[in-house]
């Protein structure tokens, strides 16, 4: 008896080990399609290692010599900023390499609350709240924040985390044509309906560097009773007279309720995002918004960097302006991203 169902066990044991194996040869039979697939369509994406730090100029693996590296998001060239460097050792220092908690339960130091104070004083909102990534402040953001009562229109070109983020919320969607204000004002008049209205949209647009009609935008949003929201990933630090974003570029700062931004830009780029914008809806964002919720405090060392980039371009306007004047400059017309990236050297 005993014997018996030791030999079941083995065989029964055997055979899960053979539909164990069948299934993986499966999955590998379907991942290689895919991946071929991938590189059939053209869009495989490959990685240079580099082998220097983030900058202008850059060593790349198996490249001899320097790189001019135009293709970088560091607008401001802040992440080889010597004071930036220094205040992310200093933190790391002080305060240790990562809290092994969410801000909830014990991964909330000073720090965080400082850099939280500093983002809502350098865009003039009531508080701001910290995520790991941007990525995680749009997609914390509508599920939080918008029911099946609500609706969001969003502009078809926004970031793919936008995009995901508005996927994840309940509230009704509407997608209107990329910066087209006809299909916008079209879209908002079909959703008077809902109790909540909340435009989405990239201030400066991650692919193209085009600038999100703000002012057309706010308008709009006043005369159908909609919240405006914008992702400022590409903007924050440089765009506008004192480095506010596309809404002070705009003359809009005031009618823009909900920013999210990163840190792993303009702002020394490390990582790190945010939302500023109402006190409440902060508030809420703390008790709900799963991915502040639910993830990991930022470090303390990405924390420093952040708060010294911010520092710096609160006490003088001196970077933004000499960014701007290079940028004016620029002869090129490259449509990739905004003009000279990274062209910052200190
Ligand atoms: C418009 C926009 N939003 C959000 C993100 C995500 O930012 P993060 O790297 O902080 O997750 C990016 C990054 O490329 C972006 O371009």
Redesign the pocket.
Known sequence: MWAGRVLHAALSGASRGRRAQSALAQLRGILKEELESIRRAGTWKSERVITSSQGPHIHVDGAPGGIINFCA?NYLGLSSHPEVIQAGLQTLKEFGAGLSSVRFICGTQSIHKDLEAKIARFHQREDAILYP????A?TGLFEALLTSEDAVLSDELN?A??IDGIRLCKAHKYRYRHLDMADLEAKLQEAQKHRLRLVAT?GAF?MDGDIAPLQEICRLASQYGALVFV?E??ATGFLGPTGRGTDELLGVMDQVTII?S????ALGGA???YTTGPGALVSLLRQRARPYLFSNSLPPASVGCASKALDLLMESNAIVQSMAAKTLRSPTKDRTHAPCIGSMEY
């Open positions: 998001n990534s941007c990525f995680d749009n970031h985390s936008i990239d991650s992702d990933s590409h999210n990163t840190l792993g830009k990582s790190g995002g």
